[in-house]
């Protein structure tokens, strides 16, 4: 009898994605019954995330010298200004300071946007421990290379620089990011334009292996993993 009658077939892929799940998510249920951390609740999370990479921005802004790469980080961190006041009053906060922050926008003064958003960020720090453990397990790392594979290298491990918001090297921006900013950008998802954003489709266990294994390896496969 085919008991996967009427349904698709899982790719050898996916079917070892969701193996290594399993494993990990039964370590993680013993760590928790143990007396692990609370994950952040979802709306402080997305504040959180969305203040890091919105700071992010503002940085790279402020050190890029490329016409197209300054308007597409212009142009989305408008947007995200423009949602700031929901995601503060979501979880219960002031959105006095926002219009400020826009006019340190529109003045291209980075400091001032720099010191606003900075403030923000102290009244709602981004908790991750549920997402960074101290040091990641073999299964966790392979998992996050077999998403990486199935889900990221298309876009990311062929980058093309000829577009205002690029899908820039995760190996690469893992190096040369603050673990923090890089963590948030993965928990608010794909960042790009109108053809290619979406919210982050991973869950807490997937993120928390993406980016345990953006930042051990190179990009290269590591067969003692295996």
Same mark, same amino acid.
């Given at each position: ?27 993680? *249920? !013993?760590?928790?019954? /143990?007396?692990? &951390?609370?994950?952040?609740? %979802?709306?402080? =999370?997305? +504040?959180?995330? #969305? $203040? @890091? ?41 002031? *959105? !006095?300071?926002?219009? /400020?922050?826009? &006019?340190?926008?529109?003045? %291209?003064?980075? =400091?001032? +946007?720099?010191? #606003? $958003? @900075? ?64 963590? @948030? ?42």
């Amino acid at each position: 009898m085919d008991h996967d009658q009427g349904r698709p077939r899982r790719t050898q892929g996916e079917a070892a994605i969701g193996n290594l799940k399993h494993c990990i998510l039964v370590l993680a *249920a !013993a760590a928790t019954l /143990s007396g692990g &951390a609370m994950a952040q609740d %979802e709306h402080s =999370r997305q +504040l959180a995330a #969305g $203040l @890091a990479v919105m700071a992010g921005d503002v940085r790279q802004l402020a050190a890029s010298a490329k016409t197209q790469r300054r308007e597409g980080l212009r142009v989305r961190l408008a947007g995200d200004l423009s949602s700031l006041p929901l995601l503060l009053r979501r979880v219960g906060g002031d *959105a !006095a300071s926002v219009p /400020s922050l826009r &006019a340190a926008l529109a003045k %291209e003064d980075w =400091r001032s +946007l720099e010191r #606003g $958003l @900075a403030a923000l960020r102290q009244h709602y720090p981004l908790d991750l421990r549920t997402l960074l453990p101290a040091a990641p397990t073999p299964e966790r790392l392979r998992l996050g290379e077999a998403i990486h594979r199935q889900t990221c290298a298309g876009c990311h491990d062929a980058s093309t620089t000829d577009t205002n918001l690029p899908a820039l090297n995760l190996f690469e921006q893992s190096r040369h990011m603050p673990r923090e900013e890089f963590a @948030a950008r993965l928990i608010i998802g794909v960042r790009g334009d109108v053809s290619t954003a979406y919210r982050n489709p991973f869950s807490d266990l997937e993120l928390g292996a993406l980016i345990a294994y953006y930042g051990s390896t190179n990009g290269k496969s590591v067969p003692w993993l295996r």
